[in-house]
């Protein structure tokens, strides 16, 4: 099944504040990939979406969670379970800054990152973890959004590949 939506007439897609372009490239697939019914109908679901579609969903989602709370709140939430997948998205976009800040902040849980939010939340209680070096890696990731501006680089990104997004 194609999951792509319409392509936003050029003209359009030019006067569209930044971020509406690749939100308008995600909002297809927003309500098809649940990240609320763990991780074997997540994956069956960011599976059957197009590579593209999946890796932008997956950045959308670590950059509106991580600037809404940090990436204490990102592996709290139900939005931790695609942190492996938004290292590909970042890469897959060429933002590899992005994908390198996620990647640092997964190393808080170990090697083998638990998909499972109730596993990452009782590493993220557990005592004596230094929860203090996630805070120092926010300010590092909202001051490199500052300066790249990633909503525009994603937008850039939409554009060049408009054939991955749109009909």
Do not use: C
Request: hydrophobic share 45%; net charge positive; glycine share 8%.
């Amino acid at each position: 099944m194609d999951t792509r939506g319409p392509k936003p007439d050029i003209r359009e897609a030019d006067l569209m504040p930044t971020g509406k372009l690749y939100w308008t490239a995600v909002e297809p697939i927003w309500k098809k990939v649940s990240i609320y019914e763990g991780p074997g109908t997540f994956l069956k679901q960011f599976r059957g979406v197009t590579r593209a579609q999946a890796h932008l969903l997956a950045v959308h989602w670590t950059m509106s969670e991580v600037f809404n709370g940090g990436f204490g709140q990102y592996f709290f939430n139900d939005t931790g379970i695609l942190a492996p997948e938004a290292v590909e998205g970042f890469e897959f976009v060429g933002l590899p800054k992005g994908a390198a800040f996620v990647r640092q902040a997964m190393a808080f849980f170990g090697a083998d990152y638990p998909r499972e939010r109730g596993k990452r939340n009782d590493l993220l209680e557990k005592p004596g973890k230094k929860k203090v070096s996630l805070s120092a890696l926010d300010r590092k990731f909202f001051a490199w959004d500052k300066k790249e501006s990633v909503p525009a680089a994603l937008d850039a990104f939409v554009f060049r590949n408009a054939d991955r997004f749109f009909i």
